[in-house]
């Protein structure tokens, strides 16, 4: 059975940093794309930063420069290292790892750990 667990959330205060963690069971990690994404109260859930199997990055424009994803594929672990952390960035951080074959793509939810940022 495929299971991701979150951690690393917390209370930080504004400028501060924190780093994510996604540990993953049940897939073959190394060849799955993975990504974080985070959903604050009454928006819509939204893309932070995603790598490839291959070390591809994505990040949304608000996060470049002050965030960095990472994989280690030897722990089967996903990573986000935040910094410079703005009180707008709380919200419930999800992992999400994706499976992509021709003519489909399989996606797997982790239930998400709470970044809040204030002072």
């Known amino acids: 059975q495929v299971q991701l667990v979150e951690s690393g959330g917390g209370l930080v205060q504004p400028g501060g940093s924190l780093r994510l963690s996604c540990t993953t069971s049940g897939i073959i990690f190394s060849i799955c794309a993975v990504g974080w994404y985070r959903q604050a109260p009454g928006k819509q859930r939204e893309l932070v930063a995603a790598?490839?199997?291959?070390?591809?990055?994505n990040y949304a424009d608000s996060v470049k420069g002050r965030f960095t994803i990472s994989r280690d594929n030897a722990k089967n672990t996903l990573y986000l290292q935040m910094d410079s952390l703005k009180p707008e960035e709380t919200a419930v951080y999800y992992c999400?790892?994706?499976?992509?074959?021709?003519?489909?793509?399989?996606?797997?939810w982790g239930q998400g750990t709470q970044v809040t940022v204030s002072s």
């Open positions: 999400n790892v994706a499976r992509v074959q021709p003519g489909r793509r399989t996606e797997y």
């Open positions: 790598i490839t199997n291959t070390g591809l990055t």
